[in-house]
């Protein structure tokens, strides 16, 4: 298998890579939501066995969230005015399509992103958005509750927010440590080198300290376990909805 990847790597120009991968994949297994694309199999990453899509590049998170704002909100009914921070790129693509989506995305250093910011000083008018996401983010920002206010601030009033953050459900307080600074330090104590915390349960009490009321739900398990294993997605992953009441 790796041979075969590499192959691809040196003779299938960039551009076409993923639909090589897609190809080569293909079949009724797995399905994922982004894409509508249909697998054997998801590809493996970072030890987990049915992790990203081989043609969009969608993780179990991405997937989750995709099915939930399909059937859970009204992201993709009514006009909605819509920031997306540290975008990904294969919901980039999708949501900057949507005729009723005004999209902006953003991120201090990504190129994919249309507007360069700093989410700790978010040069938006209060009350600019409807909706925003910002997904894995907040665990590599040393101010977090700044940012979180932040984005609270841009929010109009019962404005939802999707934030999503790596959290480990064995400890109850979030560990951090800003005096850790060395990239093998910080890769060492929080597993990567641009990490400054590891989220615990206690995520809930700092996003409602910056001002919003914090639904956590369990969306998983509302599908049955073909289902489950069909889309690709993990157990014990909760949605983090945000509003601003």
């Known amino acids: 298998m790796e041979s075969l990847r590499l192959a691809i790597k ?121 909706a925003l996401l910002c997904c894995h983010l907040l665990e590599h920002v040393p101010d977090d509750l700044k940012a979180m206010r932040e984005l609270f601030r841009i929010l109009k009033q019962g404005g939802w927010a999707f934030l999503q953050h790596p959290i480990d459900q064995r400890r109850d307080k979030t560990f951090e440590d800003l005096n850790i600074m060395t990239p093998e330090e910080r890769n060492r104590v929080f597993g990567q080198a641009d990490h400054v915390r590891i989220y615990g349960k206690d995520l809930r009490y700092r996003l409602e300290k910056a001002g919003f009321s914090v639904n956590i739900e369990n969306y998983v398990s509302q599908f049955n376990p073909a289902m489950i294993n069909r889309y690709g997605l993990k157990k014990d992953e909760q949605i983090y909805l945000c509003v601003k009441n």
Do not use: Q
Request: proline share 8%; net charge positive; charged share 25%.
């Open 10 to 130: 040196a003779l299938v120009p960039s551009r076409y890579r993923p639909l090589v991968k897609a190809t080569f994949y293909f079949g009724w297994k797995v399905k994922c939501p982004c894409c509508d694309g249909h697998f054997r199999k998801f590809l493996p990453l970072f030890g987990r066995p049915n992790a990203m899509c081989p043609k969009c590049g969608a993780m179990e998170r991405h997937r989750l969230i995709w099915l939930y704002l399909k059937n859970k909100t009204n992201f993709f009914s009514d006009n909605i005015c819509f920031l997306h921070f540290a975008p990904e790129e294969m919901f980039s693509r999708k949501f900057s399509s949507l005729p009723n989506i005004r999209y902006v995305s953003a991120d201090l250093d990504s190129p994919m992103a249309m507007i360069k910011m700093d989410i700790t000083n978010i040069p938006c008018k209060d009350e600019t958005f409807d």
